[in-house]
């Protein structure tokens, strides 16, 4: 049975790849391409934008490929449109956004935008397991409330109305957290250079010491922290254009865990050392041209990132990662995409601290929640093929402009995933590293406000395992 779902999942993905090709083929020759089009010209006499109350008018005028005043041929226009609606939802600033044009007369126009903004204020009552996710949490232990976190998120976006985000978070329970962050991505004048400062304070009272048949292994003790860290950091950004972005953050870290922790792993930090002090330096280049960053449908996005961390024997880190998506509508209510992410860490004689790869944040293998894949290289490829099945809206009785009506998406899916790890040496009987990897199966997504997102999907992997798997996120 594990040879047969290994090449139906191979042949599936070649198959939907050549589809995907060939749908592309067919959206070459947009009908904006049109010569007369291209050769009749319009002045786009004013930007009219409403709804907005606490967005700065410039903010959004910033997202818009037209200007005032500005002559335009027919085709740029209705190019622009889309783009300009596309621009304006990927800031996370609105739940709806409407651009068209109006009052045309003879050779000029003017543009109306329309924004319903959400609500930017949540103070969040904060309630997470302390797992890597729901399935690990419940399966593996009960669903037991001493192994969840629980505090309160003071989230403010839009602070100024230049898109600007407060966070300060104040957790305990099962570990104890403090953190501040401030980002502005644009305080200049051109809108187009950004800063951030960060501090983040954490002690657990459990950690994740080593790996073991692919599980992570857990050190605890109820009376005392084992694990502490301190990160302190500023970041720079800058935007060129719409779609693209560069960032560069520099961090100061430190990093300690107890006697126990480093008996029972003296390579845990490596040099059989137990508190770690280095700085951090992040560079990163996203590209996002889809027409919605949280659920990406259509279009491209990729990701270029470097990290070296530390400058010392104690920690020595040089990371290179890239991450691609390519999202196609075959047809009417039909996508599918095509994700990749390869890193690569070196030295390869890194300490368990520095590699986490395969199960930890967003790099992970549907149907293969349960397990961790540590490693010094390797990448993951992921194909989706999406059917949009029911668009209902909640009417919610409030006199609310933007919360009036409440709308949902569920999609049907079906789904496979590849992947492989490389560690240059492997311990604790680790049977998933070195070895390709695949895994498969079924699912349904539900997408709404906020960028919440909700998967449940059926999955199997070579194991021979299957089994039911639920996801959340929101964007908060």
């Not at 995907?20 to 007369?36: F, T």
């Not at 000029?108 to 997470?128: G, L, N, T």
């Not at 599918?336 to 590699?355: D, E």
């Not at 999406?386 to 009785?397: D, N, Q, V, Y």
């Amino acid at each position: 049975m594990r040879v047969q779902y290994k090449y139906v999942l191979l042949c599936g993905m070649v198959l939907c790849f050549f589809q995907c090709l060939l749908a592309q083929e067919k959206e070459e020759i947009p009908h904006e391409d049109d010569n007369v089009l291209k050769s009749s010209f319009l002045t786009i006499r004013d930007i009219i934008i409403t709804g907005n109350k606490i967005t700065k008018t410039y903010i959004i005028a910033r997202e818009i490929p037209m200007k005032e005043n500005g002559q335009y041929s027919i085709s740029d226009i209705l190019k622009n449109l889309p783009r300009s609606k596309q621009n304006l939802i990927n800031t996370g600033l609105f739940i709806d956004v409407t651009v068209d044009f109006s009052n045309w007369f003879n050779d000029s126009m003017d543009i109306v935008i329309d924004v319903k903004e959400r609500w930017y204020y949540f103070p969040v009552p904060y309630f997470k397991p302390v797992d890597r996710n729901f399935n690990v949490w419940i399966n593996e232990y009960g669903a037991s409330l001493a192994r969840v976190d629980y505090g309160i998120k003071l989230i403010r976006n839009n602070v100024s109305g230049r898109n600007d985000k407060l966070n300060i978070w104040l957790i305990t329970g099962y570990s104890k957290q403090v953190l501040l962050n401030y980002t502005a991505p644009y305080f200049d004048k051109s809108l187009k250079n950004g800063m951030s400062i960060d501090f983040q304070f954490s002690q657990n009272k459990e950690l994740n010491y080593t790996t073991e048949n692919n599980k992570q292994i857990f050190y605890k003790d109820e009376s005392r922290f084992v694990t502490e860290k301190l990160r302190v950091g500023l970041g720079y950004s800058y935007r060129t254009g719409y779609i693209r972005r560069h960032s560069v953050k520099l961090s100061y870290n430190v990093s300690k865990i107890n006697d126990s922790v480093l008996s029972l792993n003296p390579e845990y930090y490596g040099n059989n050392t137990k508190k770690v002090k280095y700085p951090e330096l992040n560079y990163q280049y996203q590209y996002f041209n889809v027409n919605y960053i949280p659920f990406p449908l259509k279009g491209f996005q990729g990701e270029l990132s470097f990290m070296k961390r530390g400058i010392t024997k104690d920690m020595n880190l040089w990371e290179f990662s890239a991450k691609v998506g390519k999202y196609w509508e075959l047809f009417p209510k039909y996508y599918f995409s095509i994700q990749g992410v390869a890193t690569v860490k070196l030295p390869f004689k890194q300490p368990y601290f520095n590699r986490q790869m395969l199960g930890y944040g967003d790099m992970f293998m549907r149907g293969l929640e349960y397990y961790v894949v540590d490693g010094v290289a390797g990448g993951m490829s992921k194909i989706t093929l999406r059917r949009e099945i029911w668009s209902p809206k909640l009417k919610t009785g409030l006199k609310s402009r933007s919360y009036g009506v409440i709308p949902f998406k569920f999609y049907l899916k079906t789904y496979g995933d590849l992947g492989y790890i490389y560690s240059k040496k492997v311990l604790n009987a680790n049977p998933l590293n070195n070895r390709l990897l695949y895994t498969g199966g079924v699912g349904l997504d539900m997408l709404s406000i906020y960028d919440l997102t909700l998967f449940l999907e059926y999955s199997f992997n070579q194991l021979g395992e299957n089994g039911v798997f639920l996801q959340a996120r929101l964007g908060f």
